[in-house]
């Protein structure tokens, strides 16, 4: 054991070392707090997704004001820009007629419960079926009719339980396929979509095809709904053959 005399000489050099390190990096403090001010805070899926703006995994700043858009560089155009600004030129096809209907909403959740229907995810609806109409007819296998003559009764239907009211809608219109497709929203983070082809003729349901998706946002229906009609509706051995 060390007695008080040798112990001195010890807590000297210690201190010593201490000052040494000090004076040779004088900036390291400065540097961690600087690091550590710019680490930014883990946040679960549903926090990034509440606010597109705070997202900081987005991939493009579609509606996102430009004030809140951060250093990194985005697209900010919004929807599918490749197939939207792309003249698609079939040339002379036998594409088959085709009823698309608008997309139908299933709210299951607390907030649909409590709060009623909302604007934005109406306008996402509408959004999406427009979309899956020009998906389909960009593939240049379907000729989309025109829906309205009868838009009014089918938007006062409920297409998934009024007795095959869309294949008759479908079949008014010379449609040989009803497609028909719902959204069903358990909360705001936990939600599916839904895609279903009947035969206008028989009622026979050719196909119908499911995927779930996080996040309620115009990215998250977008997404699925393209991955849908890319890897099911018209991927061979799936969908539409």
């Not at 390190?21 to 549903?46: D, M, N, Y």
């Not at 792309?86 to 209907?101: D, L």
């Not at 089918?154 to 809608?169: E, F, P, T, V, W």
Request: charged letters at 25%.
């Amino acid at each position: 054991m060390l007695n008080r005399s040798q112990a001195i000489p010890v807590r000297l050099v210690t201190w010593a070392l201490l000052l040494l390190v000090a004076l040779v990096a004088p900036g390291a403090v400065a540097r961690a707090e600087s690091e550590a001010s710019h680490v930014q805070p883990i946040r679960t899926s549903k926090e990034r997704l509440r606010v597109k703006a705070s997202d900081e995994q987005r991939v493009d700043d579609c509606k996102v004001p430009i004030e809140l858009r951060g250093a990194k560089s985005r697209p900010d155009a919004c929807g599918d820009s490749a197939s939207a600004t792309m003249f698609v030129n079939c040339g002379p096809s036998t594409a088959q007629p085709v009823a698309v209907f608008n997309f139908e909403l299933i709210d299951t959740s607390l907030e649909g419960a409590v709060r009623g229907a909302r604007a934005d995810e109406q306008e996402r609806l509408a959004r999406m079926s427009d979309q899956l109409r020009r998906l389909l007819r960009d593939s240049c296998r379907f000729s989309l009719v025109d829906l309205t003559p009868i838009a009014s009764e089918a938007q006062a239907s409920n297409l998934q339980a009024c007795g095959g009211c869309d294949m008759r809608l479908a079949r008014r219109l010379g449609a040989e396929l009803a497609i028909t497709g719902t959204v069903q929203k358990v909360s705001n983070l936990i939600l599916n979509m839904n895609i279903y082809v009947r035969d206008a003729s028989t009622g026979t349901t050719i196909a119908g095809m499911s995927a779930d998706m996080r996040g309620n946002t115009d990215e998250s229906w977008s997404r699925t709904l393209n991955w849908l009609v890319r890897n099911r509706l018209l991927a061979p051995g799936y969908g539409l053959q």
